[in-house]
């Protein structure tokens, strides 16, 4: 059966540089060759829970201010309006017609860049509780029985106002190693579900996530799998806890 997996997905740039992160990212796609991709991005939020259905999702270009050669890029895999209807039974989930989000395409363009497994967009109702997003995941773990790879994709840390351009990578402010510290040591421990009520236990915990978007698909990956397991570490820009974890 495949894991759920938490992938912290950087600056959109990883989609072209080359270095450590994006290497295990291309090490970790050929690890798993699912029949399907679920993908819950940080960069569709909404209200209501909603699963895109779209045959041919478009590459979005969701940023600006980057080199041409990122708007360049195309993910153009299929998409599979079976799944979508399956999820949307499991789940409620309202469906309708979107594309792949650079939360979504960044990431999988290193796991698998031949773009030829079918993925499906699964919003991120960011208002909801912790405890909710952790029972969505449960209702999507019988995918993973199916050859669905269910990947939450954010940040395990994420404030872009004291980000730091020119940081060695591997470098890393304090106050976020102490946020990721406290991440690891409570998922690997025997009470994972402590991160349920990170906004006030977890130290610096609103400075590493001003808001909570880019955390909040680590607890849907939870819900979703059973034993965690930390498969990755290092540090981007100074401030960015590129993180990946699975649930097996």
């Given amino acids: 059966m495949l894991p759920a997996l938490f992938i912290s997905h950087g600056s959109p740039m990883m989609a072209l540089e080359k270095g450590p992160d994006q290497d295990f990212l291309r090490e970790l796609g050929q690890q798993y060759q699912p029949r399907a991709l679920l993908v819950i991005s940080a ?31 195309s993910y153009p895999a299929a998409g599979d309006p079976a799944l979508a209807e399956r999820v949307a039974a499991l789940t409620q989930a309202r469906q309708v017609k979107r594309g792949l989000d650079h939360g979504a395409w960044v990431p999988l363009m290193l796991m698998y860049p031949q773009a030829d497994i079918p993925v499906v967009s699964l919003s991120l109702p960011s208002s909801w509780s912790a405890e909710q997003l952790h029972q969505l995941g449960q209702q999507l773990a019988p995918l993973r029985e199916d050859g669905v790879l269910v990947i939450g994709s954010g940040s395990l840390t994420h404030n872009l106002r004291a980000i730091q351009w020119r940081a060695a990578h591997g470098e890393a402010a304090d106050w976020v190693m102490a946020f990721a510290d406290w991440v690891e040591k409570n998922l690997l421990s025997d009470q ?22 880019h955390f909040q698909p680590l607890l849907v990956a939870l819900g979703a799998g059973n034993q965690p397991q930390k498969l990755y570490r290092s540090y981007s820009h ?11």
């Fill in 43 to 73: 960069h569709w939020e909404t209200d209501e829970l909603q699963i895109s259905n779209s045959p041919k999702p478009e590459t979005i270009h969701d940023f600006y201010g980057f080199p041409p050669a990122l708007f360049a890029c």
């Fill in 192 to 213: 994972p579900l402590t991160l349920l009520d990170w906004q006030n236990q977890a130290p610096f915990a609103h400075e590493n996530h001003p808001t909570p978007e």
């Fill in 238 to 248: 100074g401030v960015l806890a590129m993180d990946v974890y699975g649930f097996f």
